[in-house]
């Protein structure tokens, strides 16, 4: 399955964005699905996980003001973020791991998030 993110620009502190993940194929079987994001000069990380039961996980730093969502039907997969900082500025990447094994075997294209003090 091909993976197509969008959504990412430019934002002020403190403001919203919602990113989006496109598939191509069905992703009803993908046992999870996830965003991973990468700053300049750092490492990817993963930093929110979604079950296909719904079951969400996050990283301490985005806790509480991200939110992963997946629609099955329409084949997407869904991150709002609010109270943007810009420690947030990265390239945010969709990501399938079809197994559950934290085999991240599809990936999006990347779509960059720039927040501006």
């Known amino acids: 399955v091909q993976l197509q993110g969008s959504g990412g620009g430019l934002v002020q502190a403190g403001g919203s964005l919602r990113l989006s993940c496109a598939a191509s194929?069905?992703?009803?079987?993908?046992?999870?699905m996830g965003w991973y994001r990468q700053a300049p000069g750092k490492d990817r990380e993963l930093i929110a996980r979604?079950?296909?039961?719904?079951?969400?996980k996050y990283a301490d730093s985005v806790l509480g003001r991200f939110t992963i969502s997946r629609d099955n039907g329409k084949n997407m997969l869904h991150l709002q973020m609010n109270n943007l900082t810009p420690e947030d500025t990265a390239v945010y990447y969709c990501?399938?791991?079809?197994?559950?094994?934290?085999?991240?075997?599809?990936w999006g294209q990347g779509t960059l998030v720039t927040v501006s003090s």
């Open positions: 990501a399938a791991d079809k197994y559950g094994t934290n085999q991240w075997d599809n």
């Open positions: 194929a069905s992703i009803f079987s993908f046992l999870a």
């Open positions: 979604i079950s296909n039961g719904n079951m969400r």
